[in-house]
């Protein structure tokens, strides 16, 4: 959707078929990632007239057999990474051509993220490049399954909120390199957190304030077990990270 700011959006409505709290989630992980240093579309809380949804056929919710009008009101918007005429995204790159990536060290950052927020779901990201650009721009999209979509909860498992493939993480040889994201993230001001929940329209977590209270202050008390979960990982049967160092310190 175009926007009166002038930009581009997708936009996500409290009826989704997923949950209304997967609004408040995607503005949560993604100001929170935004926070760390971490390369996230721009979240805006849009509003949606109902003259407009009354007046546009594709604004429509198809689940099963039926079709429901979007909700009007507060809905979320993810900025585009790039205006349609001006570049080109993919939610897609072989392998080969993962080393036309700019900033591919970022994937250590997003699961360092993704653990700390127990992203339920698998870690999406877009490659972007504008129209002159000769290398490619990942951005991570789609936190709305982060604190475990509308549970609000951290059922923790190593195989959780990963890329599904290994490539991504070909750079990581060791703790040093997830910095400076996880450091970061185990630093994090909790008042700073509190600030970004304070943003969060009553709407879209059904005016549940003792909810949102609980889970963010679970998550104030996760900052110190990223690097356990992160292990978990490590050593899981999917082997993500192939040239991690060990080293072995001998005092002489």
Known sequence: MFADDGHYYIVKFQNNPQHVRVLAN????????????????????VEVSPWLIENTSELRIRTGGSTVPCQPGLALGARFVVAPMEGTVFDYLPAAMLSH???LDAFAGMLALDKWTCNTNGRQAVFWKRTRDKKYTATFIDQGYCFNAGEWTFPDSPLRGVYPRNEVYAQVIGWESFEPWLSRIENFDPKLLWEIAEIV??????????ELERMMEELIGRRTRVRELIEAFRRSTREPFQNWNETVSAVV
Do not use: H, K, Q
Request: glycine share 6%; net charge negative.
């Open 26 to 45: 995607e503005l949560l992980a993604t100001r929170i990632a935004e926070c760390v240093g971490l390369p996230v579309p721009i979240m805006e809380v």
């Open 101 to 103: 990536v700019r900033n």
């Open 201 to 210: 329209p009553p709407e879209w977590y059904g005016s549940a304030l003792s």
